[in-house]
């Protein structure tokens, strides 16, 4: 199955360089202990009222298959209220080195904006990251959006919201076959436990080898994963041209880049990302990154914010306050256009407005 860009990228960055866990749960099992750093939105309760059918959708604010499943989980939340209590689950935010905590406050502004979006209860994760490691992660889910069911402490069903419908139907309803969905659970959870296996194994090769600055087991090792999976073929160079441009030499990297981009190029936007992300680089990488968000067909207004952070990094404030100025018009225009709904808040185009101020107080 094909992949998104951003979720391999993420699995590649941080997933496969978790310590794997065991799988010990599956559909039938009793659920593991809820754990949590804040609960976001709703009234807290405890799991365990008779015939209640919980059902813990996980999710992050970066994840834009979870954004987009939240109306519908809201209407799910709508729709059996009394019966069901939906929750959302927040887990693997970026937060690089900080603890997972240092971002409730982007999570809260993100949940309170969302308003009707998220018309259901919110948990964010810990810092120990239990709900991610001991509920996903033990059950073999490596990908969000995830769903994990409970009815009476036992797992009930575990898939995509998509699929959620049915099952939530015959559950609430008591018809649910609990028997019948456990072997058809174990079938599915066989052939995925099979793929991350196989994944793990070719991303933890590719990282150990990035990791050392081993270039010539770095390029074997992209080269054999990406025969056993082509699909994973620009996630995997993507890690090339990281390991490049922080263990060699930038213009080492950016060759790598456009030889990679012929192959690849859905991946400009995400490795441009990359070079923008990182501190003290010279002027011709932030320039060319940021020429390459400029040739994004789909410019908007988080690109434009990215674009003028390059800028920005190399003292232009007056190309980076014309980029955040052009932010300003299209994310004003994004807040009426429905395909940004969960993306562009009145908050985001207010943090652009703030950054060209701060600009101008330094000129």
Not at 116 to 143: E, F, S, T
Not at 283 to 289: D, I, L, P, T, V
């Amino acid at each position: 199955m094909k992949k998104s860009i951003a979720f391999l990228l993420l699995f590649l960055s941080t997933v496969a360089g978790m310590a794997q866990e065991k799988k010990v749960l599956t559909v039938g099992d009793p659920a593991p202990k809820i754990q949590y750093s804040k609960w976001l939105k709703g009234k807290p309760f405890t799991a365990d009222q008779k015939d209640m059918v919980y059902v813990y959708e996980f999710w992050a604010t970066w994840c834009g298959p979870c954004i987009a499943a939240m109306p519908h989980l809201s209407d799910l939340a709508r729709k059996y209220k009394g019966k069901a209590q939906v929750v959302g689950v927040n887990v693997w935010e970026k937060t690089k080195d900080k603890p997972y905590e240092s971002a409730i406050p982007e999570v809260e502004k993100f949940v309170a904006a969302s308003g009707g979006r998220m018309d259901y209860n919110v948990i964010m994760d810990n810092n120990a990251q239990h709900m991610g490691n001991n509920w996903l992660l033990a059950a073999g889910q490596k990908g969000i959006p995830a769903t994990i069911v409970i009815k009476n402490g036992i797992i009930q069903w575990i898939g995509h919201p998509i699929k959620l419908d049915g099952p939530l139907d015959s559950l609430v309803n008591g018809t649910f076959d609990l028997e019948a969905f456990k072997q058809i659970y174990a079938k599915r959870q066989q052939a995925s436990s099979k793929q991350n296996a196989q994944m793990d194994r070719i991303f933890k090769a590719v990282k150990d080898a990035a990791d050392a600055g081993n270039f010539e087991q770095l390029a074997k090792s992209i080269e054999e994963g990406s025969k056993e999976i082509p699909y994973l073929k620009g996630a995997l160079q993507s890690r090339m041209f990281e390991a490049l441009l922080t263990k060699k030499t930038p213009q080492d990297a950016f060759n790598y880049a456009e030889e990679m981009l012929k192959e690849s190029p859905g991946f400009k936007t995400s490795i441009a990302m990359m070079v923008l992300e990182r501190n003290n680089l010279d002027k011709g990488s932030y320039m060319k990154a940021i020429e390459w968000l400029k040739s994004s067909p789909r410019t908007n207004s988080l690109l434009l914010d990215k674009i003028a952070d390059g800028y920005a990094k190399i003292g232009d404030s007056k190309n980076a306050i014309a980029a955040l100025e052009e932010a300003v018009v299209k994310g004003q225009e994004e807040l009426k256009d429905e395909r940004y709904n969960g993306r562009v808040f009145d908050y985001t185009v207010e943090g652009y407005k703030t950054k060209i101020q701060a600009l101008k107080n330094k000129q």
